[in-house]
């Protein structure tokens, strides 16, 4: 009976392991897929996204959409602390999962692998305490509600947006309705959504309706506009979107805003 009490009290415990993370490997996103010692069954599997670069954090927590900061010092392997973290408002029919989450990314302090396995992660507490398991998310089993939120355009058809434009084009997300808004670098758009059930990186856009601004740059609106007209799938990879075309060709990328 020792035995196991002293093994189960090592696995909801950090400090065991020596395969410490470097910074730069929490880059992407991971499921969350326990929180305080209780494994995560929610249909909608809460997720983190770590942006290194910015140390910068996006996700779920289980029904609202969250995003915020985080400190890692590079003299201390493993120490990571997260800011005030933002989330949206949106009430769901369970909030325990979401509250459970905030509640032990408030008291992280660490990070390290479980065992041998660098696609897990634990997020500890001060004292050690196991807070979070993280999974790496697979690249290839993506969602059209990875999408939600807003994403700012990045580039069109392989060419950095320059700023010539009157605000900075973005494109926002409502999966729970299945449509789209935003601002394409003068005029604000609203459309439709649609996805292949069969096809979980499907991707189309209908009925794009525009404003009728004119400014003095009209060129990067219309690339975009073409672009989004072509669009019919995505990927995910390390926290960015990448809109495709019927044959793959890449036509816009976004990053999180």
Known sequence: MTAVCAS???????????????????????????????????????????????????GNSGCNRMMGTFEADSLTPGALSFGPIGSTRMACPDMQTEQMVLNALNKVKSYETVSDQPEIIALCSEDGKKMLTLQKKDESQVSLTDLSGEWA????????????????????????????????????????????????????????ATTMMMCPDMETETTVLNALNETRSFSIKNGQVYLLGENGNELLVLKKQ
């Open 8 to 58: 189960a009290l090592i696995l909801a415990s950090c400090g065991g392991s020596k395969n410490m993370l470097t910074l730069s490997s929490l880059n992407g996103e991971w499921n969350i897929t326990e929180v305080d010692g209780q494994k995560i069954t929610d249909k909608k599997m809460p997720f983190i996204g770590f942006d290194v670069a910015q140390k910068r954090i996006y």
């Open 153 to 208: 355009i990045e580039l069109v058809n392989g060419k950095k947006i320059v700023g010539t434009t009157e605000v900075t084009p973005f494109i926002g997300f409502n999966t729970d309705e299945n449509r789209i808004y935003g601002n394409v670098g003068c005029n604000t758009i609203n459309g439709a959504l649609l996805q292949n059930e069969k096809t979980a990186n499907s991707l189309k856009f209908e009925n794009i």
